[in-house]
C-alpha cells in the first residue's frame, strides 16, 4: 500500500531495493522522505530500471492527470507540465511562464503495464531535476538522494544489495519437431519475453523478440522439416531477430507461451493440399457434401439456465433442427448430419470423432451464451474458432463450455487445455483453419444482416468439442439467455429460425467459395 503525507520535504532520499529478479519482472522501488516510506512499482529491462512514473509523482506531491484513453498522463509542476506518452519516446516538456514547448526524445520508449506508465529512471532524473529545480546526486548503487548530501539512516546503511540478476543472453537455443499439418519451433529462453512482432515477406517469417538477446551459436537448425529451410537469429540492440526461412507451404503462424518456464512455442501452418497429384487422388474427400451440426449440451447437461427458466440445451436443438430442415429441403446434394436431434447427453469427445466419421467437410456448434449474475445487459452473439484464447473472457466462455466433461463416464481422457497441451492437439485442426476463418466471416456478416442482436466480434478460445473435428468448424453462441430481451428472442420459433437462416445462407455462399477454391 502507498501512503502519502501532505507535506513536502525538502530533502528526499530515494533508496532502491531489488531481491534477486529475472529482468522484466516487477521490482520495488522504496522512497524514503524523513520518517516516511513509500513503495513504488519498479521493472527491471536490459539495463535499466523502469518506475512508474505516476505513484513517483504522488509520493512527491505532484499533481497528476491520466487519460485512459490516449495512454498518457500529465506531471503538474510549479513551473512546467510533463506529458508522457506510453511507448513513445517523445516527452513535451512546457514552461507555464513562457509557454515555451519542448518535445524531447527520450533513448527509451516508456511502457505501459496494468495501466500506468513506467519511465526509465536514467534518462527522466534531468527532466525531475529542472522541473522541481534540485539536483539528484548517487548515494549508493541503488541509491538518490535529491538536493545534496543527507544521513543516511542507519537501517539503510547496514543493508547489503543482493544483485540484479541480469542475463546477457535470455534466449538459449532452439528445437523443431515435424508435425502432420505443420512444425513446432520451441525457442527456449531463460527470462520471460512478453512483447514481439512478426512480419512475412518472400518466404521470410521475420519475429523480433523484445528487450532480450540471443546466444546466436546456440541457434543451430537441423534440417528436420520439409516446411522450414533454415533457422539464423541476431541480436539487434536489446532485441533478438529471428528470420524463419519457410517452403511455398507454409500458411501462417503463432506464437504463444509455453505452460511452464519461460520457453516459447512458434506454430508454423501448412497448406491442406501440396500438390494437384495430391488433389486428384483425394478428390472425393474434399468435396462438400458433409455438414455436421453439433447442438450443443443435451440430456443431464442443460448447459446455461438463462432467465425464465429458459434451458440452453433446448435453444440449441431448437436452432439445429431448423438449420438441418433449411439444408435438407433447398440442399439437395448436401448431407445433413446432426451430433444430436433429441435431448440426450452426447460426450464431447464423441461430437468429434462423430463428425469425423461421417466424413464431415463442415462442424457447426451452437450454443447459448450467459453471465454469472441475471439478468444482465449483456447482449450480441459471438463466433468462435479453434485457438488458445486471447481475452479472459474468451477462456471464461471455453472453461464454462469445457466444464460438461463433468457428465461423461471418462473425464480424465481430456487434457488440460493450457495453450502448450493445447497447441499441440489442434495441430490436426490447424491445416482447416484458414476454410474456418473464411466460414465465420461469411456467418458473422450473415448473422449481423438477418437476427436481431449485434456481433460482439469473432475470437478464439479452446473448446474441446472442436478439438477432434479434422474439418473447417466454428463454435456459434447465438446470444445471452441472461438478458431478459435477448432470452426472448432466442427462445420464440422466430429468432430460432433467423438465426437458422443466418447460418444458412453462410453456408451456400461458403460452399461455393469452398469448391472453387479446389478447381481452380
Partial sequence: ????????????????????????????????????????PAVTKGENVYFSIEDFAKALLINTYFNSTTKKIELKFADYRLIVTAGNPFFIFTSTSTNKIEILQLPNSSILIK?????????????????????????????????????????????TEPSIRKYQYGITGISVSEKS????????????????????????????????????DDINYNNSSDLVKDISAKN?????????????????????????????????????????????KNKEKWNFDVIVIDAGHGGIDGGTLGVYGIKEKDVN????????????????????VYTRKTDKAVDLYERGKFANEQGGNLFISIHCNSTPHKPSSANGFEIYLLRPGKTQQAIRIAERENSVI??????????????????????????????????????????????????????????????????PSVLIESGYLSNSKEAKYLNSIEGQMKIAQAIFNSIKIFKSQYEKSFSD
Fill in 1 to 40: 500500500m502507498i501512503s502519502y503525507t501532505k507535506k513536502i520535504f525538502p530533502i528526499l532520499i530515494f533508496v532502491f531495493v531489488f531481491s534477486e529478479v529475472i529482468v522484466g519482472q516487477y521490482n520495488e522501488l522504496r522512497i524514503y522522505s524523513g520518517k516516511d516510506v513509500y513503495s513504488i
Fill in 236 to 280: 539487434i540492440n536489446d532485441d533478438a531477430e529471428f528470420i524463419i526461412k519457410v517452403s511455398d507451404d507454409y500458411v501462417s503462424s503463432d506464437v504463444i507461451n509455453a505452460d511452464k518456464g519461460n520457453d516459447l512455442l512458434i506454430l508454423l501452418h501448412k497448406k491442406l493440399i501440396t500438390a494437384t497429384t495430391d488433389l486428384d
Fill in 181 to 216: 499439418n505443420g512444425t513446432l519451433i520451441r525457442i527456449s529462453a531463460l527470462q520471460k519475453i512478453d512483447t514481439y512482432n512478426s512480419t512475412f515477406n518472400d518466404g521470410e517469417l521475420k519475429i523480433i523478440f523484445r528487450d532480450v538477446n540471443v546466444k546466436t
Fill in 406 to 471: 463433468k457428465y461423461e463416464k471418462n473425464p480424465t481422457r481430456y487434457k488440460k487445455l493450457t495453450d502448450e497441451n493445447f497447441i499441440l492437439v489442434s495441430m490436426a485442426q490447424s491445416s482447416y483453419m484458414k476454410y474456418s476463418e473464411k466460414f465465420s466471416d461469411i456467418l458473422n456478416k450473415e448473422m449481423s444482416r438477418i437476427v436481431r442482436e449485434s456481433s460482439r466480434g469473432l475470437k478464439q478460445a479452446g473448446f474441446y468439442v472442436l478439438v477432434g473435428a479434422s474439418m
Fill in 115 to 159: 495501466d500506468k506508465i513506467f519511465v526509465s529512471l536514467n534518462y527522466i532524473l534531468p527532466l525531475f531535476e529542472r522541473a522541481l529545480g534540485k539536483n539528484f546526486s548517487l548515494a549508493g548503487k541503488y541509491k538518490l538522494v535529491l538536493g545534496g548530501a543527507v544521513n543516511v539512516p542507519k537501517d539503510i546503511v547496514k543493508t
Fill in 317 to 336: 436443438l431448437g436452432i439445429a433442427l431448423k438449420l438441418g430442415k433449411l439444408l435438407e429441403e433447398n440442399m439437395k446434394d448436401v448431407k445433413v
